[in-house]
């Protein structure tokens, strides 16, 4: 079994009366993606977001390795290897893909203020450049970011998320608004990173999340209702019935 970098027990979250995460429990080991999967509303932005350190539990623990970061917040988190990309692209448009980059490595560090100026700052650009590498985008580091395509701006965030060296990554909705070309390139991106990362993936795209996925969590209202490879959710009834559709 692969070594798990991140692992969520028995989380709840409650908005009023709304109980958005129901007793979830969730890891992510190193080489995997981990899609979760669910109707609209079913919880996963907001677990995502949980994971990330956007939000706090109302109940659980979270666990990077053997650290329990429950209550670190988001950049504490950052700084451990927690990268996420957001269901929006969260690019800045006027500055080129280089400085995109740029920008998330230094923001991640702690040395930040430092008197060196940034565009000299070796080690920001040193983690953009090997960023761009991996992503795929190195013809494209002195473009701006702005005039990217959609996908080439999906796979900037995935760029600028792996500035930042990490060691997890969560994805919310990554292949959004992408034509099937893009899909297939990002599906590519995500499976030539995978096996330094653990990846949990967010996605609407089931054909994407079935081909991409080596685990799958699917959840209804807050919950879990099946948990398992991708055959195995295929073929559960419950998972046909409520997320697939009878007929499928
Ligand atoms: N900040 C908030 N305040 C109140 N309710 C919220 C808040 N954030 C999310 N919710 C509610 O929690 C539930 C889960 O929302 P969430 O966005 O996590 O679902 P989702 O599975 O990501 O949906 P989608 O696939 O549409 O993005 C929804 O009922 C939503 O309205």
Not at 166 to 181: C, K, S
Not at 186 to 195: E, H, N, P, R
């Amino acid at each position: 079994m692969s070594q798990i970098l991140l692992s969520a027990k028995n989380i709840t979250r409650r908005f009023g009366g709304l109980t958005a995460i129901d007793d979830v429990s969730i890891d992510l080991p190193l080489g995997a993606v981990h899609a979760v999967i669910g109707t609209n509303g079913a919880g996963k932005s907001t677990l995502v977001s949980i994971l990330s350190g956007e939000l706090a539990p109302n109940e659980g623990t979270i666990f990077m390795k053997q650290a329990n970061i429950t209550a670190w917040p988001q950049p504490r988190r950052a700084r451990a290897g927690l990268g996420r990309s957001y269901q929006r692209t969260t690019i800045f448009p006027s500055l080129t893909v280089h400085e995109n980059c740029r920008l998330a490595a230094q923001a991640n560090h702690q040395k930040f203020w430092s008197w060196t100026a940034s565009t000299h700052c070796k080690f920001s650009n040193e983690a953009a450049d090997r960023a761009l590498s991996l992503a795929g985008l190195e013809a494209h580091s002195g473009r701006i970011a702005g005039l990217l395509s959609h996908g080439g701006k999906r796979q900037l965030e995935i760029a600028m998320g792996l500035a930042t060296h990490p060691t997890v990554l969560l994805l919310d909705e990554p292949l959004a608004g992408m034509g099937p070309e893009e899909t297939e390139r990002m599906l590519a991106l995500l499976a030539s990173l995978k096996s330094d990362l653990a990846i949990l993936l967010v996605e609407h795209d089931m054909d994407a999340v079935f081909k991409i996925s080596d685990i799958i969590t699917v959840m209804v209202n807050g919950a879990v209702i099946a948990h398992g490879s991708p055959d195995i959710i295929r073929n559960d009834p419950q998972v046909q019935i409520a997320y697939l559709g009878e007929d499928e």
